[in-house]
């Protein structure tokens, strides 16, 4: 059942916090609705779930158009704090359609891509809140800034002008044991206080998943990303 998945993992998230000496309520619970059917998202609508994260704009476009717009069945209050975040990759010729849709982008990777967000962001008079994607060393994933060259971009987006940076987000490689994760969550946070040092404000850090975002939250993490622990497996295809 949905409603007990989602227990558990609140009071894993609050224990982990509060072992790590910190305030449960800085850690917000991401739910990844990627490859879930509407109705286990209106399922955890109503329990009480208010940030939805997808990895594919075309697919969260039908979603949310579900619940958002003109003619739909879905109350104000319903649907009030609800978030959608974009945690995949994304490319420049979707940036549109991903300002229009999301609250938040945690896959910010390039200049270009930025250049294109505050473009795109101007023209609807948004200010697009963004995190930005580090690659860290030894993980071969495709996606994401490197350590180099994140000191640099960091401060390009940081002078945008219809762009808020927030913080930074990571997907380090699969490891049966969660404890292996825990240098590229302690890496992200240390490159965070770097940053902070060098005077830029980056309060948020995406870190954690379904078997890890405890070690994650005891490396800092304000945002754990869960689909599977949650919704159950999601098929292969
Ligand atoms: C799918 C996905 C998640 C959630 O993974 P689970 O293991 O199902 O919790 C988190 N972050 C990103 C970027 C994802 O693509």
Redesign the pocket.
């Known amino acids: 059942m949905l409603i007990d998945n989602v227990t558990d993992i609140l009071n894993r998230m609050m224990r982990a916090a509060v072992l790590a000496d910190r305030s449960p309520d800085t850690v917000k619970l ?1 739910a ?1 609705t ?1 490859k879930v059917e509407i109705e286990a998202i209106e399922e955890a609508l109503d329990i009480g779930i208010r940030v939805f ?1 997808e ?1 594919r704009v075309q697919e969260a476009k039908a979603k949310i158009e579900h619940f958002r717009g003109p003619g739909k069945d879905f109350t104000e209050k319903a649907l009030s704090g609800v978030q959608w975040h974009l ?2 990759n994304l490319q420049k010729n979707k940036a549109k359609y991903a300002v229009h849709l999301f609250d938040l982008i ?2 910010m990777d390039s200049a270009g891509l930025a250049e294109e967000i505050d473009r795109q962001a101007l023209k609807i008079n948004k200010t697009q809140r963004v995190l930005v994607q580090v690659k860290l060393a030894g993980d071969e994933t495709r996606h994401g800034v490197s350590e180099e060259k994140m000191m640099s971009l960091l401060k390009e987006i940081s002078g945008m002008s219809n762009i808020q940076l927030e913080g930074l ?1 990571t ?1 380090p490689p699969f490891f049966d044991d969660p404890e292996q994760t825990r240098p590229y969550f302690r890496r992200l946070r240390e490159l965070r206080d770097e940053a902070e040092k060098a005077g830029l404000l980056l309060p948020e850090l995406s870190m954690g ?3 890890d ?1 405890e070690v994650a939250i005891q490396e800092g993490a304000t945002m754990v ?7 159950g497996e ?1 098929s292969k295809q």
């Open positions: 991401v990844v990627k994260g990895n945690i995949g945690h896959t987000m997907m998943m379904s078997h975002f990303r869960i689909g599977t622990a949650l919704f999601r």
